[in-house]
């Protein structure tokens, strides 16, 4: 039985679109919290892609827009093989955007994140989260849109709302800075988990 009912849940239907049938619940944001060592190790290597920016409303969730969501999700999935960073890079946690074709699950996250940037989304609409996956720890992107918040994983091509997934949310990026991390907390992570 699950704890809390999904209360942000509303029938949206774009026309011509497949594959959004409702609108997903937000995640709560809670306070600052630890960032992931190997994500502050990038921030490090790569300055530009860690930094303070400006809060922008969420995605307008077009039919154009979902597609190119789309689109970006499945393409990475396809172009990255799963390794770990430990086979790839001889290290335990190494972040980067892939450029070898092989890649674990934040690699494929970064990359999403780029095309997605380099596409015209801002960074405060594409929140790097970590999630426990039956236990293990996991790196999805989260979507940010007026629909509410979507998941873009390496080990699905289908993009779910937050509620959708299983996971239990932990913690993502702040929206106003790219190099800072925040708890979820809140409805959305028992929601999620159940």
């Given at each position: 039985?699950?704890?809390?009912?999904?209360?942000a849940?509303?029938?949206?239907?774009?026309?011509?679109?497949?594959?959004?049938?409702?609108?997903?619940?937000?995640?709560?944001?809670?306070g600052?919290?630890?960032?992931?060592?190997?994500?502050?190790?990038?921030?490090?290597?790569?300055?530009?892609?860690?930094?303070a920016?400006?809060?922008?409303?969420?995605?307008?969730?077009?039919?154009?827009n979902?597609?190119?969501?789309?689109?970006i999700?499945?393409?990475?999935?396809?172009?990255?093989?799963?390794?770990?960073?430990?086979?790839?890079?001889?290290?335990?946690?190494?972040?980067?955007?892939?450029?070898?074709g092989?890649?674990?699950?934040?690699?494929?996250?970064?990359?999403k994140?780029?095309k997605?940037?380099?596409?015209?989304?801002?960074?405060?609409?594409?929140?790097?989260?970590?999630?426990?996956?039956?236990?293990?720890?996991?790196?999805?992107?989260?979507?940010?849109?007026?629909?509410?918040?979507?998941?873009?994983?390496?080990?699905?091509?289908?993009?779910?709302?937050?509620?959708?997934?299983?996971?239990?949310?932990?913690?993502?990026?702040?929206?106003?800075?790219?190099?800072?991390?925040?708890?979820?907390?809140?409805?959305?992570?028992?929601i999620?988990?159940?």
């Open positions: 039985m699950r704890k809390f009912a999904v209360v849940c509303m029938a949206t239907v774009l026309a011509g679109s497949v594959g959004i049938a409702e609108a997903a619940q937000r995640l709560a944001a809670g600052l919290t630890s960032i992931p060592y190997g994500h502050m190790e990038f921030c490090q290597r790569t300055r530009g892609q860690c930094g920016h400006r809060v922008l409303p969420p995605i307008a969730l077009t039919q154009a979902w597609k190119k969501i789309e689109r999700n499945r393409s990475v999935n396809a172009a990255i093989e799963p390794k770990s960073d430990l086979e790839v890079y001889g290290k335990r946690d190494y972040w980067t955007i892939p450029t070898n092989m890649g674990d699950c934040e690699d494929y996250v970064l990359m994140r780029a997605l940037l380099a596409s015209g989304f801002g960074a405060s609409q594409l929140l790097i989260t970590m999630v426990r996956n039956r236990g293990e720890a996991h790196i999805v992107l989260t979507v940010r849109t007026d629909q509410g918040d979507y998941v873009l994983d390496n080990l699905r091509d289908d993009i779910r709302p937050v509620e959708g997934t299983g996971y239990y949310y932990v913690k993502m990026q702040a929206p106003n800075h790219s190099g800072r991390w925040i708890a979820i907390s809140g409805r959305a992570a028992e999620a988990s159940n």
